[in-house]
């Protein structure tokens, strides 16, 4: 077990298996005694997202209920404005001093890195840990390429000798299951059981999210 704190964050609108086999995976593989999924507050980058911050924060505590492996932070949730990972990763290095921050961030996101907000300044506040499912491919811009490939290592053992600044890309399981299937199977008043917990599924009924109950 090492000790150190992971970062996977993600709007998680809804939470599915697809997020859960993902964490699973990832959390076994790294062996941290810490692992936090960690759901968006107002994403920077997205104009809306189709369930209110806490009702998505609320999906994800009943999916992690009995994994006790898994917690939820819910900082960006609570902050008010726009949430970058610059900013909630500098929150998380205040209460961690020089305890290791691994941020896992999936494939796709990886490869939009540039277009985040300070992204430099991420490799001062954590690991980054790739999640490439089989089917994703590596497509950085020249400068990103150059700064992930300068600081990769091989072995995820090298993450837990520093705080941060270092790049390892981790396999996971591809599940094809996406939350856009999911919002728009309820929006069109089909039924997305097994594609995610009975009890998110029970939430977003009670509640009518999606578009669900709607005529």
């Not at 609320?58 to 404005?81: F, K, N, Q, S, T």
């Not at 896992?104 to 790739?130: P, T």
């Amino acid at each position: 077990m090492i000790r150190a704190t992971a970062i996977f964050g993600g709007t998680f609108d809804p939470v599915h298996y697809g997020h859960l086999r993902a964490a699973a995976e990832v959390c076994e593989k790294l062996g941290v005694d810490d692992f936090r999924l960690l759901p968006a507050g107002q994403p920077p980058h997205r104009d809306h997202t189709g369930a209110e911050a806490y009702h998505r924060l609320a999906m994800l505590e009943l999916a992690l209920a009995p994994y006790p492996d898994l917690a939820v932070d819910e900082r960006e949730v609570r902050r008010e404005g726009p949430s970058y990972m610059v900013d909630t990763l500098a929150t998380i290095r205040e209460e961690a001093g020089q305890r290791p921050i691994l941020f896992c961030l999936g494939q796709d996101a990886a490869n939009q890195l540039s277009g985040w907000h300070r992204w430099r300044e991420l490799f001062d506040l954590a690991h980054l840990v790739v999640m490439k499912r089989p089917r994703s491919r590596p497509r950085y811009s020249g400068e990103v390429a150059e700064v992930l490939r300068d600081r990769r290592v091989r072995s995820v053992r090298k993450l837990s000798e520093a705080p941060a600044g270092r790049v390892c890309t981790v396999g996971v399981t591809q599940l094809a299951i996406s939350s856009t299937d999911i919002r728009n199977q309820l929006a069109e008043g089909r039924d997305p059981r097994f594609l995610l917990p009975s009890t998110v599924l029970a939430y977003i009924r009670k509640h009518g999210l999606y578009g669900c109950g709607e005529s």
